[in-house]
T-cell receptor
Framework: DAKTTQPPSMDCAEGRAANLPCNHSTISGNEYVYWYRQIHSQGPQYIIHGLKNNETNEMASLIITEDRKSSTLILPHATLRDTAVYYCIVRVGGGGADGLTFGKGTHLIIQP | DGGITQSPKYLFRKEGQNVTLSCEQNLNHDAMYWYRQDPGQGLRLIYYSQIVNDFQKGDIAEGYSVSREKKESFPLTVTSAQKNPTAFYLC??????????????FGSGTRLTVV
C-alpha cells in the first residue's frame, strides 16, 4: 500500500469548512483513497473513498488531484462533533484481504 | 441494526494471565480483523481472517492468538507472552468481494489494562 503524509493537527472554526490534506505521491493506478475518522476512545468510522473522480456523500467531499498524488477531505460545515483524528489511507480496492494500514492521521479540532 | 459488538469495554488483567476479548458481527462479512492502538498512535494489525477456520498473522501477532470457528465470531486471546498488553483493542470486519469497494466496519473497542 502507498504511504500517506498528513499534518499532525489542524484547527477549524465551527460552521466553517474543514479542509484536510493528504499527500500520497507514490499511489499506484489501482489504489483507492479512503478516509476514516476516530473520535476519542471509539472505533474508526468510514467517511468516504475514491479512485480518481471527486466524490461526495452526506458526510463529506473528497477532492483528488488530476495526478492523484494528493487529495483533500472537505467537511463543509464543521461542528464540534467533528473533532476527531482523521486518517487518509490508500490501498487497492476491495474488501477483506490483509487489512488497512493506519498512520497517525490528522487531529482536527473544531473551535467554538 | 447490523454491526460489530466488542466486549467487554474495559478489562483488567493481572500479569501472567491470559485474557480473551470477544468480537461478534451480524453483518454477514467474510473478513474480520484485530487491531491494537497505543496512545497517540495509529492502528496496528494483529491478526486477520478472510474465511472461517483460516486466519493470518498481521504486523504484531506475537503474544496473541485467535480462532475463527464461526463466521460471526473472531475472539482474540492476549497471552502471558505479550510483554506489553495494555492498549486499546479494535475489531473490524469487511465483505470479501474482490474488485468491490467497501469500507471497513469497526467495533467500539476494548481497553485492556494490566495491573
Amino acid at each position: 500500500d502507498a504511504k500517506t503524509t498528513q499534518p499532525p493537527s489542524m484547527d477549524c472554526a465551527e460552521g466553517r469548512a474543514a479542509n484536510l490534506p493528504c499527500n500520497h505521491s507514490t499511489i499506484s493506478g489501482n489504489e483507492y483513497v479512503y478516509w476514516y475518522r476516530q473520535i476519542h476512545s471509539q472505533g474508526p468510522q468510514y467517511i468516504i473513498h475514491g479512485l480518481k473522480n471527486n466524490e461526495t456523500n452526506e458526510m463529506a467531499s473528497l477532492i483528488i488531484t488530476e495526478d492523484r498524488k494528493s487529495s483533500t477531505l472537505i467537511l463543509p460545515h464543521a461542528t464540534l462533533r467533528d473533532t476527531a483524528v482523521y486518517y487518509c489511507i490508500v490501498r487497492v480496492g476491495g474488501g477483506g484481504a490483509d487489512g488497512l494500514t493506519f498512520g497517525k492521521g490528522t487531529h482536527l479540532i473544531i473551535q467554538p | 441494526d447490523g454491526g460489530i459488538t466488542q466486549s467487554p469495554k474495559y478489562l483488567f488483567r493481572k500479569e501472567g494471565q491470559n485474557v480473551t476479548l470477544s468480537c461478534e458481527q451480524n453483518l454477514n462479512h467474510d473478513a474480520m480483523y484485530w487491531y491494537r492502538q497505543d496512545p497517540g498512535q495509529g492502528l496496528r494489525l494483529i491478526y486477520y481472517s478472510q474465511i472461517v477456520n483460516d486466519f493470518q498473522k498481521g504486523d504484531i501477532a506475537e503474544g496473541y492468538s485467535v480462532s475463527r470457528e464461526k463466521k460471526e465470531s473472531f475472539p482474540l486471546t492476549v497471552t502471558s507472552a505479550q510483554k506489553n498488553p495494555t492498549a486499546f483493542y479494535l475489531c473490524a470486519s469487511s465483505p470479501q468481494l474482490t474488485g468491490a469497494n467497501y469500507g471497513y466496519t469497526f467495533g467500539s473497542g476494548t481497553r485492556l489494562t494490566v495491573v
